[in-house]
């Protein structure tokens, strides 16, 4: 193995000070999906508050370094004083836990009187939901208790909402400034096609009248209608905007006092609005600038044009198109306005958005008149057409599934991961969820503002090093006519190769999977196989949505994969170190777990396949640099190149 060390030394030193600034920020309980949250600001970092907690949903501060926080699938409210968890929780009820289901919101307001209200909102399960299901749900409720030494007391029943199917149920209270409460509430996701089930509130031209779902409701503190917009009597009168799908999130702006909103669409057309008395949004008519096409499943239709097809109340509600689409999903939660100048003044009034898919923040600024989003270049026409065409707007990633973001009483950016993992079938993962804040670098953190890999721009790659072999293992891969070498493997097989002559300790493998027709409904998963010095077998297999490594006993780690279907090719890389197996999917880094054998070195080298038609690429085996394995990070991209080099693929400028 020979390393090109001064090609490679510059590299090395500038990982190396990165990895300094992000230490403290790995939280305790170490995550084998390797999340590390950061920022594309040199000048900011990010910093944990608390970690391990149990599916974090949203969080309300009572006053500096003092919050409300909400877990989805306990019932329980949370108090956080100085990052650290009150013994006792302030409250605890039977929800249901049943998908998006659960404890979701949570708004505090002190009034003049000296009395704290605390508003919640949450999905009722009649005694308890401890199987999952839909058997025990008894619909949305919005509370209002009072919080009277740290007990949540009182409770006074706001809002009653009808059964739905566990899904689109809303929930982010938020305070307007005019005093009232808005809280959107999603369709409740009645059924498949045009909402045989919808309302008019869902743009059902035939449909009954609404009922408190697909939209935005406005009321008192005290739960009283405010005044009627789309119409007079109740239900109508609470309706602040309707034709809202999945909302998981509303801010105002603190300049114009004008609502935005995020919502999700079904496979396409995520959006941000900016919403007006009387706004409609247009579901299910339309999602983000097309039609659905039910006929065909969840899938974009033609573009949309024709708002005659909506309902307007009388001429009451108006629809206007979102303000910011994505083409594909990635499950924009928590909006915010940043109101303080904490992390800058280029940041101050903008607007911050979460994501549930990718754990990532998007940095939007406004134009002049604050109606529209300030976009140029390919997402000047307001789309993003792909995940490439986001990189203008992120400003950051890695914090593992964002449900809610608040600025707090000290100004800067509070984040709350929920943990969007999936779960091994064997054993038990530690809860993962956390709340970060973003604030402007100490002194002792600024050693790496000049040479911060995550500074937003293209990725660029160097050459690292050079392996020993890539030595493609012959006799793993039988030809097969016309495939270029390739392996068409039937379901449920298993092939090894010869015991390996060389002291491997990296294996990568590409593949595609076809599931098999009369193994309709099974779990059907493809990947790599292979043993190690001590004989023990370890697997790395992708099945839909996820990448998974186990051993013979039982799962040990899995990721979510997003994007990856039937059609998809699948390359993964296992890299083992002294003390770790680091697994890639399609070179990223997306699982890093201790490693039992004391050596480095693979003995015997497999590829298999579960209930599908899996076809494999010729296997590479080699050496990987042992010293380099320490620089291996989730937001590096690593090759293995067919010409015995290793590229690391870093921002521009590290």
Same mark, same amino acid.
Do not use: C, W
């Given at each position: 193995m020979h390393l090109h060390l001064l090609k490679a030394v510059s590299i090395f030193l500038l990982i190396l000070l990165f990895l300094s600034s992000i230490c403290t920020m790995r939280d305790s309980y170490a995550q084998p999906t390797s999340f590390v949250p950061s920022v594309n600001d040199n000048n900011l970092e990010v910093k944990p508050v608390i970690t391990g907690l149990d599916g974090p949903t949203s969080i309300s501060f009572l006053g500096s %370094?003092?919050? +409300?926080? &909400?877990?989805?699938?306990? /019932?329980?409210?949370?108090?956080?004083?100085n990052g650290q968890l009150i013994a006792e929780p302030l409250l605890r009820l039977n929800v249901l836990k049943f998908e998006e289901s659960g404890m979701v919101g949570v708004e505090t307001v002190k009034n003049d009187n000296g009395r704290v209200y605390v508003y919640l909102y949450y999905t009722a399960a009649q005694g308890g939901d401890e199987n999952l299901t839909q058997k025990k749900n008894i619909g949305n409720r919005l509370y209002?208790?009072?919080?009277?030494?740290?007990?949540?007391? %009182?409770?006074? +029943?706001? &809002?009653?909402?009808?059964? /739905?199917?566990g899904f689109h149920n809303g929930g982010a209270i938020k305070l307007g400034p005019d005093g009232n409460l808005y809280i959107p509430v999603g369709d409740l996701s009645p059924g498949v096609g045009k909402s045989p089930n919808g309302t008019l509130a869902q743009n059902n031209q035939t449909g009954s009248r609404p009922n408190l779902s697909g939209g935005i409701l406005r009321m008192t503190q005290d739960g009283r209608p405010v005044g009627g917009i789309i119409g007079n009597s109740f239900p109508e009168s609470l309706y602040f905007a309707y034709g809202i799908r999945n909302s998981f999130g509303i801010d105002f702006d603190p300049i114009t006092g004008n609502m935005w909103d995020t919502e999700n669409g079904p496979t396409f057309g995520d959006e941000i609005n900016l919403v007006r008395p009387g706004f409609n949004s247009g579901w299910n008519q339309v999602q983000g600038i097309w039609e659905p096409d039910f006929g065909k499943g969840w899938i974009r239709g033609p573009q949309f044009n024709n708002s005659k097809e909506l309902v307007d109340f009388n001429g009451t509600g108006k629809y206007s198109s979102p303000e910011f689409t994505w083409q594909d999903t990635v499950g924009p939660t928590a909006i915010t306005f940043l109101t303080t100048p904490k992390l800058g003044t280029q940041y101050e009034n903008d607007i911050f958005v979460g994501d549930i898919k990718y754990g990532r923040i998007y940095h939007f600024e406004l134009n002049k008149n604050r109606t529209a989003l300030q976009l140029n270049g390919s997402l000047s026409d307001r789309v993003a057409n792909s995940s490439m065409e986001l990189t203008p707007v992120i400003f950051g990633q890695g914090f593992n599934g964002i449900s809610d973001l608040e600025v707090g009483p000290d100004g800067f950016l509070y984040v709350v991961a929920y943990s969007y993992v999936c779960s091994p079938a064997v054993g038990h993962v530690k809860p993962q969820g956390a709340i970060y804040k973003i604030t402007p670098k100490t002194d002792l953190s600024k050693i790496s503002n000049d040479v911060s890999i995550l500074v937003g721009t293209d990725y660029k790659s160097k050459i690292i090093g050079n392996i020993a072999s890539n030595a493609p293992l012959k006799d793993l891969s039988v030809a097969t006519k016309g495939e270029n070498g390739r392996t068409l493997l039937m379901e449920n097989e298993t092939r090894w190769s010869a015991p390996l002559?060389?002291?491997?300790?990296?294996?990568?493998?590409?593949?595609?999977?076809?599931?098999?027709?009369?193994?309709?409904?099974?779990?059907?998963?493809?990947?790599l196989v292979w043993q190690e010095g001590n004989n023990k077998t370890y697997y790395a297999f992708v099945r839909p949505g996820e990448i998974v490594l186990s051993d013979s006993t039982g799962q040990i780690s899995c990721a979510i994969l997003v994007g990856a279907n039937e059609e998809s090719w699948n390359k993964i890389t296992v890299l083992n170190s002294g003390e770790n197996i680091h697994v890639y999917y399609n070179d990223t880094l997306r699982m890093t777990?201790?490693?039992e054998f004391n050596g480095t070195d693979i003995s015997l080298v497999g590829i298999r396949s579960n209930n599908t038609k899996a076809e494999f690429d010729p296997i590479k085996v080699g050496q990987f640099p042992q010293n380099l394995s320490r620089y291996l990070l989730p937001e590096v991209a690593l090759t293995v190149n067919e010409n015995s080099s290793i590229s690391i693929k870093t921002r521009q400028g590290s």
């Open positions: %370094n003092d919050m +409300l926080m &909400l877990e989805k699938a306990t /019932g329980i409210v949370h108090r956080i004083i209002r208790y009072e919080l009277i030494d740290n007990k949540l007391v %009182n409770p006074k +029943l706001l &809002l009653s909402l009808p059964k /739905g199917s002559q060389l002291n491997a300790t990296y294996i990568e493998g590409s593949f595609r999977m076809t599931p098999d027709k009369n193994e309709k409904g099974k779990d059907y998963h493809a990947g777990v201790p490693r």
